[in-house]
């Protein structure tokens, strides 16, 4: 696989990796509360190393079977509409974005998995009712060409308020806010930065400085970014993009030959914290599978492993996070974060607000 596409599988969406996944059981084996196969449904970049799944199933006795419904979005929205006959037992990747939508649907049943305690507090955004487990995290933040700045002799910017000074103009893309996780993502933390009222102003700023507006990651990432390995073969003319803090990572990790810097930067005044979180679902046919791989999703061997197939940070105290990531792309310190109650009562009037004013 090329450099481009393994870039594109590894920190598209949610962030997420390359798919590796066990084989499925039979459809017999998946039916009903005596299966041997437990079935996680998610968003099209799960994944997972083979010999991850292996020690869950030589464990547990039950087959991983993963059914990918689409982006993040998509797979929660299908979920939801599938809810009284759902397609699996566990559903991993809705995030703090998303949450109250699967949660006020009803799409969960309350279960607490085994290990929470090591779980940091900080994430557990349902943690009175355990309708799902935090299992990652990471920051959607700006990311930079280095080249084009030491080009041009300018310094990178490093924050919200940085972004709409003239010396940036044009070179800004972004997603959409309606379509993209990420896109929704940014939207979110100018809303965080300068509250209600103010992130509107703030994009009328934006839209003047001629931020670009694509409807995915990979298009914005891959197409329009001057600095990823699919930028620069289609010489894309965007120095900014909106993308992730393990960006930088993945850029070296999958380069061939490896640099011995990332050849992109993270703007780490413009990050937005990220939460991804796994329940069981209300009506799972599996249940007793679902629990087991519940608990196998919060513990080290699966978080350990989460980092270079999913490009985000583990939950659980004390999970080892690859020397890559602390090079290369550390955590944002202070990331911009919403509570979960201030993204269900504003989300949805937010995005049709920036629609209209961004794109219209």
């Not at 850029?251 to 937005?272: L, Q, S």
Request: hydrophobic share 40%; aromatic share 8%; glycine share 8%.
């Amino acid at each position: 696989m090329s450099t481009t596409k393994r870039l594109t599988a590894a920190v598209v969406a949610t962030g997420l990796g390359l798919v590796t996944l066990s084989a499925c059981g039979s459809s017999d084996d998946n039916a009903g509360s005596g299966s041997k196969t437990v079935t996680l449904v998610s968003h099209d970049s799960f994944a997972a190393s083979k010999s991850v799944l292996k020690a869950f199933e030589k464990e547990s006795g039950y087959k991983v079977r993963v059914l990918k419904d689409g982006d993040a979005g998509q797979a929660v929205n299908k979920a939801i509409l599938t809810k009284d006959n759902p397609q699996g037992d566990v559903f991993f990747g809705v995030d703090n974005t998303l949450l109250s939508r699967a949660l006020d649907n009803g799409l969960f049943q309350p279960y607490a998995a085994k290990g929470l305690s090591a779980v940091a507090a900080d994430v557990q955004l349902d943690k009175a009712e355990h309708r799902v487990t935090p299992i990652d995290s990471g920051d959607i933040c700006v990311n930079y060409d280095k080249q084009y700045f030491a080009d041009h002799k300018l310094a990178p910017p490093q924050s919200f308020d940085d972004l709409v000074k003239p010396a940036y103009k044009n070179l800004l893309v972004t997603e959409n806010a309606s379509t993209s996780s990420p896109g929704l993502g940014f939207l979110l933390g100018s809303a965080a930065r300068y509250g209600d009222t103010g992130w509107q102003d703030y994009w009328k700023k934006l839209k003047a400085n001629g931020v670009k507006v694509v409807d995915g990651w990979e298009q914005a990432y891959n197409d329009e970014f001057s600095g990823s390995a699919g930028g620069k073969k289609a010489k894309a003319d965007r120095p900014l993009v909106v993308s992730y803090a393990s960006s930088p990572p993945a850029e070296v990790i999958y380069a061939d030959p490896r640099p011995k810097t990332a050849p992109t930067g993270v703007a780490t005044g413009t990050c937005f914290r990220q939460i991804e979180f796994a329940g069981l679902l209300s009506n799972a046919k599996n249940a007793k599978g679902g629990k087991a791989l519940l608990d196998f999703l919060i513990t080290k061997k699966f978080q350990q492993d989460m980092p270079l197939n999913m490009f985000v940070y583990p939950v659980v105290e004390g999970a080892r996070v690859p020397a890559e990531f602390t090079e290369f792309g550390p955590a944002a310190k202070n990331p911009e974060t919403l509570a979960p109650g201030t993204i269900a009562d504003h989300r949805d009037q937010w995005v049709k607000s920036w629609t209209s004013l961004v794109l219209k």
